[in-house]
């Protein structure tokens, strides 16, 4: 079966600071990530995923993922964040079978001016 | 807006009625998902179709829950004899082609309560 694990609930950030929401993962064969983020009462958004090639994946609004497999990891990053990123991140796995997306527990993001 | 639309938003509902919510997908898309999300929780996968055929369904979707996709396009999910504990945010996605590099696109959910 496969999970995904974010382990902070919430993350904290100053505004104009870089940014880490963690997240690692457990799949059978290739792993397939992706990341998006649920601002309140709206429904999730597509931001970026890894399916194979480079290990640092960019995406929409300035996010980028660095994907390592030696750590079953996928880390959702940004160089400089913005108040506006305050919001609800989920990641997520696809398995070889491309069934389903499991999805984590999500991290709220607040980023303080 | 050519995103997947979900009716109601909102729905609340007395304990032992049934509900059923409606999802249109991006027209092109072939595959449809229903997930529910509770309140600081991540989504949690009920069921998928391919086209009109539902090929998928999790040990979440009791007996009370169904769900159909008759010509391939629009989906309903139906809940039958709510609990207070249906009470979720219930979430419609599709997404194109078969393959596992393709992102999903999610509505933006109803939020049923049960009461």
């Known amino acids: 079966a496969q999970s995904v694990a974010q382990p902070e609930d919430q993350v904290n950030v100053a505004e104009g600071n870089p940014l880490t929401v963690k997240c690692t993962y457990s799949?059978?064969?290739?792993?397939?990530l992706f990341w998006y983020v649920q601002y309140p009462n709206r429904g999730l958004q597509f931001l970026l995923k890894?399916?194979?090639?480079?290990?640092l994946v960019k995406g929409s609004y300035g996010f980028e993922a660095e994907f390592n497999k030696s750590q079953t990891s996928f880390h959702l990053k940004k160089p400089s964040a913005l108040v506006s990123d305050s919001a609800l991140y989920f990641c997520?796995?696809?398995?070889?079978?491309?069934?389903?997306?499991?999805f984590g527990g999500g991290t709220r993001l607040m980023v303080k001016p | 807006d050519t995103g997947v639309s979900q009716d109601p938003r909102h729905k609340i509902t007395k304990r032992g009625q049934n509900v059923t919510f409606r999802c249109d997908p991006i027209?092109?898309?072939?595959?449809l998902y229903w997930y529910r999300q509770t309140l600081g929780q991540g989504p949690e996968f009920l069921t998928y179709?391919?086209?009109?055929?539902?090929?998928?369904k999790s040990r979440l979707l009791s007996d009370r829950f169904s769900a159909e996709r008759p010509k391939g396009s629009f989906s309903t999910l139906e809940i039958q004899r709510t609990e207070q504990g249906d009470s979720a945010m219930y979430l419609c996605?599709?997404?194109?082609?078969?393959?596992?590099?393709?992102?999903?696109?999610f509505g933006q959910g109803t939020r049923l309560t049960v009461v």
């Open positions: 996605a599709s997404s194109e082609g078969q393959g596992m590099n393709t992102e999903a696109f």
């Open positions: 799949v059978s064969g290739n792993p397939y």
């Open positions: 890894y399916i194979t090639g480079d290990n």
């Open positions: 997520a796995v696809r398995d070889d079978a491309g069934n389903m997306l499991t």
């Open positions: 027209s092109e898309h072939n595959r």
């Open positions: 179709f391919q086209n009109e055929a539902q090929l998928e």
